[in-house]
């Protein structure tokens, strides 16, 4: 292709809007003792911020997470808590 | 649970906190292949601030009308060229408003390709116009006192196509959503889904309840869920409310959302008629299709 062509074409990159964790007023917290690891949050999370390691370990990308609070609603062992951010 | 780990749509994208469009297009991630056709609307939007697109898929962005027959003149190119390709036009009910003369003609033809429809009731991205889907009596910039027009039923009227299949689905029910991708993948043809995709600026709603708000509308009856290959069924989660007494009451559903607030007991009591009239054509259908 060539290279001014190349240059209207967008390429595939995570954010795309900036650092959407900014967004956040509230921030999802995972307690793993309450966790059965069904993995509901991460099936339901709209930004896919979230990922399980070892087949236990639920971690949040805080990089990109916009605090919506789906995950801690969808949660049915109540293990995420939304904690307001500090400035 | 079988659904997929990772999404099309990446990180850090510009979808509202909570979108609905953001959990449709994360179920889509089970088709392989996948090249979306956009036309405008908020997923235009989500897709990525220029030089950076946000889908780890290639995305044709497409003026309203023209979406469905890009599509099917970009499946045929694929076809004709031997690439491997699912050709999947993912539409706002607004352009599927706009679209529909595209929709129609290619559902007619048979073209082999996926329609998805997202709908959020309105056209969200220009500030929440009133569309044909438009839930009855919902306020909109359009309809500051209540949408006072009939809801059009989409995906009926693609039944009446007789295409290969035809569903609607919801982003409560991602499973259920998943599955009818999966058998989507098993068929050629033109091939439509009809999402229903609670969105919480437009409905005001805060961005925590998107899924409970999308399974209210099942539990309520306001939605119901089913799928047609030939065969027309009532899906699972939407089954148990068959029976009109298992369902939760509308309220429940209306009172969950500020585009209702101010309604009347009379403009319920109407409601709940235009969705008793649903759950007969519905049944209608099943009966008819076995
Ligand atoms: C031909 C044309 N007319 C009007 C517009 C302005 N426009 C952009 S998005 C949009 C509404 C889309 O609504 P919908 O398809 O429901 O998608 P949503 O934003 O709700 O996801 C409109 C009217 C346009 N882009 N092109
Ligand atoms: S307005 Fe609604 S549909 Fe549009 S990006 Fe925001 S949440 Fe999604
Ligand atoms: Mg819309």
């Known amino acids: 292709m060539s290279s001014w062509l190349e240059h209207l074409i967008a390429k595939s990159s995570e954010g795309s809007a900036g650092k959407t964790g900014l967004w956040r007023t509230f921030k999802p917290v995972h307690n793993v003792e309450k966790c059965n690891r069904c993995l509901l949050c991460l099936y339901y999370c709209p930004e896919n911020v979230i990922k399980v390691y070892h087949h236990r370990f639920i971690i949040i990308n805080y990089e990109y997470c916009k605090g919506c609070g789906i995950c801690a609603e969808i949660c049915p062992q109540d293990a995420i808590e939304m904690v307001e951010e500090e400035e | ?290």
């Not at chain 2, 390709?85 to 033809?109: E, H, K, L, Y």
């Not at chain 2, 209702?260 to 969705?275: A, P, T």
Request: glycine share 8%; aromatic share 8%.
């Open chain 2, 1 to 290: 649970m079988s659904l997929p780990m990772e999404s099309i749509l990446l990180p850090g994208n510009p979808a509202c906190q909570g979108c609905p469009h953001a959990l449709g297009l994360r179920a889509l991630s089970v088709l392989e292949n996948v090249v979306l056709v956009v036309p405008a609307g908020c997923t235009t939007i989500i897709s990525g601030v220029h030089p950076k697109a946000s889908f780890s898929v290639p995305v044709l962005h497409v003026p309203f009308a023209s979406a469905v027959a890009v599509a099917s003149g970009l499946a045929a190119a694929y076809k004709q060229e031997g690439v491997e390709a699912n050709v999947v036009v993912w539409m706002g009910d607004g352009a599927a408003d706009i679209g529909f003369a595209t929709i129609s003609g290619a559902a007619v033809r048979n073209e082999d390709i996926i329609v998805v429809v997202s709908d959020n009731e309105a056209y969200m991205n220009t500030g929440i116009q009133s569309s044909g889907t438009t839930f009855w009596k919902a306020k909109t910039t359009t309809s500051p006192g209540g949408k006072s027009e009939e809801k059009k039923d989409l995906a009926g009227i693609m039944l009446m196509h007789r295409i290969p299949y035809v569903a609607t689905a919801s982003v409560g029910y991602l499973q259920d959503f998943v599955n009818k991708l999966r058998r989507v993948s098993e068929i050629r043809g033109f091939r439509f889904i009809h999402l229903h995709s609670p969105c919480p600026p437009g409905w005001r709603f805060d961005s925590s309840k998107t899924v409970e708000i999308a399974r209210l509308a099942v539990k309520s009856g306001a939605w119901i869920l089913w799928e047609y290959d030939g065969r027309f069924r009532i899906s699972s989660p939407s089954k148990p409310y068959k029976d009109e007494t298992k369902r939760v009451p509308l309220e429940e559903y209306i009172k969950t959302q500020g585009r209702f607030r101010g309604l009347s007991g009379e403009d319920i009591e109407e409601i709940k008629k235009k969705v008793e009239e649903q759950w007969k054509f519905v049944l209608t259908m099943e009966k008819t299709f076995k």
